[in-house]
T-cell receptor, first 113, second 115 residues
Framework: AQSVTQLGSHVSVSEGALVLLRCNYS??????LFWYVQYPNQGLQLLLK??????LVKGINGFEAEFKKSETSFHLTKPSAHMSDAAEYFC???????????FGTGTSLTVIP | KAGVTQTPRYLIKTRGQQVTLSCSPI?????VSWYQQTPGQGLQFLFE???????NKGNFPGRFSGRQFSNSRSEMNVSTLELGDSALYLC??????????????FGPGTRLTVT
């Protein structure tokens, strides 16, 4: 079965510092991976997706993620954190049939002024 | 295009009652999924519908049910509510094509409180 593991349920960074949120996947076949962000009292918003076209994927709000097959990872990064980045971040993988997502447990990002 | 809409946004119910939540997907999206989100359990998959058929179901009791209409709108129903059903219920829609992993678009959720 496919799954994703997010290391660190809470991450704190200073404003302007590098953001690194970790996601590892478990899949026997090349996966399709996604990062979503959730702001308080809102639904999830797609940040970026990997569908095998390129290993480095750029998303919205300055975020990007790199697919590393050798490490089964899809970590999310942003060079410089902004106060508005404070939110919950979810990594997700989709089944090969394309009809069920599996979400990680989420990482809450706090940005310290 | 309008996004995914969910109604109502907030609900307060009493234990033992039942509740129906509604979701209208993005126009042209035929796949609708439902999730339960709680602080302790994170995002839990409830079920997914495509063309009025339930294709996948998560590990929830039979009190949780759903359906999809011919216009792709979906409803989920929870009967005999329990305190533990208090959660944010999220609906997501997707364009589906066999073997193509399209992303899901989420609605704002319905916040259900059971007292």
């Amino acid at each position: 079965a496919q799954s994703v593991t997010q290391l660190g349920s809470h991450v704190s960074v200073s404003e302007g510092a590098l953001v690194l949120l970790r996601c590892n996947y478990s899949s026997s076949v090349p996966p399709y991976l996604f990062w979503y962000v959730q702001y308080p009292n809102q639904g999830l918003q797609l940040l970026l997706k990997y569908t095998s076209a390129a290993t480095l994927v750029k998303g919205i709000n300055g975020f990007e993620a790199e697919f590393k097959k050798s490490e089964t990872s899809f970590h999310l990064t942003k060079p410089s954190a902004h106060m508005s980045d404070a939110a919950e971040y979810f990594c997700a993988v989709i089944t090969n049939t394309g009809n069920q997502f599996y979400f990680g447990t989420g990482t809450s990002l706090t940005v310290i002024p | 295009k309008a996004g995914v809409t969910q109604t109502p946004r907030y609900l307060i119910k009493t234990r033992g009652q039942q509740v129906t939540l509604s979701c209208s997907p993005i126009s042209g999206h035929r796949s609708v999924s439902w999730y339960q989100q709680t602080p302790g359990q994170g995002l839990q998959f409830l079920f997914e519908y495509f063309s009025e058929t339930q294709r996948n179901k998560g590990n929830f009791p039979g009190r949780f049910s759903g359906r999809q209409f011919s216009n792709s709108r979906s409803e989920m129903n929870v009967s005999t509510l329990e305190l533990g059903d208090s959660a944010l219920y999220l609906c997501a829609s997707s364009v589906f094509a066999a073997g193509v992993p399209y992303e899901q678009y989420f609605g704002p959720g319905t916040r259900l409180t059971v007292t």
